[in-house]
């Protein structure tokens, strides 16, 4: 660890980058078992309501690449704090929405103010930790923010039991305004400041871009989040419509298939004890095929074997966060709130055109989900094993 902090311990500290890290999660999950009742509520389209979903992800990605540049100048504390307040006023916003486009206004609001915080988590990890610690603390930190993940829609569907959906939202206001008064706890991580403008802050992603081994990884492992978000976005209405589930019941299946976000990092944390990062990560890549041609062959079948399927696809796709976060990382020296900020940005945005794929199927959504598994395992994987032994890589020894 390269600086402590005054107030939180080393496992307490943990605990709070997870739940600044749960603000994606907990913003789309806990929203999910509603989407269908918003729809029939708000009389309007399911494309426009996921686009709701598809927008957050897209702003708050964008959030995340202006906020984590410009960290840099302003250090990640006041940025982690300006964010959160803006989370929360965005979260009051969609909770007082009475038509689709106050709510997704409003989610915009919600999303930008939040990609702060999943900034800021990034790049103070880079700040306090280095080499296989750095790594170690990606994966615990991933593995404990699937909590959000596994509550959010068995909270989410109890919720609407006793009350309308839009207590959901003053719930995620709730949990900002608790971050945020956490926050004020955090010490400065950032030791020397950019010295810049702003206008130059924001240059700096450009800088890290012209690193070809981080720009490079940065594309090939971006596209893995893709299948993930359309299967969040889609699962809905896979369950509730298609299976003919309550949407209590959903939500517990949703749950189920979350444990395997968290079951990711942590059969990682005993992977690498034997096998390296890349040989790890070629093969998730070559499970996310196989579980994609197992959901167009069967997934229809059944609901225990889509969930099943998707578990296993979840896992894979879970397993690969730590290793590829940990080396784009490594790639970049300098500029960590930049390098930090490309790559949440990235991956956030990615799986924002997968959420806007899978909203534009209008027939087979389960065949559709298998297709993309496979299209996505079988290019990254490719690209993956052209560009891992070439000397622009850095390899870390």
Known sequence: MKKKQSVFG???LMVMLALLSAFPPLSTDLYLPALPRVMHVMQTSQ????????????????GILIWGAVSEKYGRKPILLIGLGLYVFG??????????????????????????????????????YSGRKRESVLAVVMSMVVVAPVVAPVMGAALMKFMSWNAIFWVLAGVGIVAFFLSLL???????????????S???????????????????????PLPLMAFIAASSFVYIQVFGMTETLYSFYFAFN??????????????????????????????????????????????????????????SLSLLRPPTANMLLFQQQTDTGAAAALINFMGLFMGSIGMFIISLETGDLISSLGLMQIIV??????????????SFIRQEG
């Open 10 to 12: 080393d496992r307490t």
């Open 47 to 62: 494309s426009l309501i996921n686009l709701s979903l598809s927008l957050f992800l897209i702003f708050f990605g964008l």
């Open 91 to 128: 979260s009051i916003g969609c909770a007082l929405s009475v038509n689709i486009g106050q709510l997704i206004l409003a989610r915009v609001v919600q999303a930008f103010g939040g990609g702060a915080a999943e900034a800021v988590v990034t790049a103070m990890v880079k700040d306090m």
């Open 186 to 200: 955090l010490d400065e991580t950032l030791q020397k400041r950019y010295s810049g403008s702003f206008i130059q």
């Open 202 to 224: 924001l240059g700096r992603l450009a800088v890290v871009l012209k690193n070809p081994g981080f720009s490079v990884l940065l594309g090939v492992f971006s596209m893995a």
């Open 258 to 315: 979350a444990l395997g976000a968290l079951a990711g990092p942590l059969l990682y944390l005993k992977l690498s004890r034997r096998f390296s990062p890349g040989n790890i990560i070629t093969g998730c890549f070559a499970f996310l095929i196989v579980c994609g041609i197992l959901l167009d062959v069967a997934g229809s079948s059944s609901s225990v074997f889509f969930a099943l399927t998707m578990l296993a696809a979840t896992v």
């Open 377 to 390: 395992g079988a290019v990254c994987g490719s690209l993956w094993l052209l560009v891992r032994s070439k």
